[in-house]
């Protein structure tokens, strides 16, 4: 096992790999070990990139762990949703083929051990209402990293169109 962190604009994240790849990504300060195990540079450098506005190489996703639902859910808003761009939980329910799953798609949120990298925080709610947020910060991080991709909110909060 390996685990590093970095401090960014929402505060420190850690990570944490195996053998498989990323195991997980978290909030706050974490201990060292193996810190130059090379899928923690891949994800530094990411991070990196992203609060840098860019794009970057994804590290490999340790997704042993992971049921087929979670795992179709995840790679789905990972390889089909882009930097300021969001989706309902009805429609990625519905995109990976689970029409009347949007809570199911809604746990897969809560659970997802890569946030930021498998970016969550892009999935709201069919009103427009961005709904919660399982990270440090609840939905004011959910809130300033949307803000941070380039999306607006109205004057109630819900996000503009």
Same mark, same amino acid.
């Given at each position: 096992m390996a685990r590093d962190w970095m401090t960014t604009s929402i505060g420190p994240i850690n990570f944490e790999s195996n053998q498989y790849g990323l195991v997980?990504?978290?909030?706050?300060?974490?201990?060292?070990?193996?810190?130059?195990?090379?899928q923690l540079e891949? /994800? +530094?450098?990411w991070l990196s990139d992203y609060f840098g506005g860019k794009v970057g190489e994804l590290p490999t996703l340790d997704e042993t762990a992971? /049921? +087929?639902f979670q795992s179709k859910v995840l790679g789905y808003?990972?390889?089909k949703t882009t930097t300021g761009q969001t989706i309902t939980y009805s429609d990625l329910a519905t995109a990976v083929g689970h029409s009347n799953a949007s809570r199911a798609v809604g746990s897969v949120m809560a659970m997802n051990p890569w946030p930021l990298l498998v970016p969550c925080h892009r999935v709201v709610c069919s009103d427009?209402?961005?709904g919660n947020y399982s990270g440090e910060g609840g939905s004011l991080t959910k809130t300033r990293l949307l803000l941070h991709e380039g999306l607006k909110?109205?004057?109630?909060?819900?996000?503009?169109?």
């Open positions: 997980r990504i978290g909030w706050g300060e974490v201990t060292r070990v193996n810190s130059d195990d090379p891949i /994800t +530094k450098k992971l /049921t +087929k808003l990972r390889d427009g209402v961005i909110f109205d004057s109630h909060g819900k996000l503009a169109h």
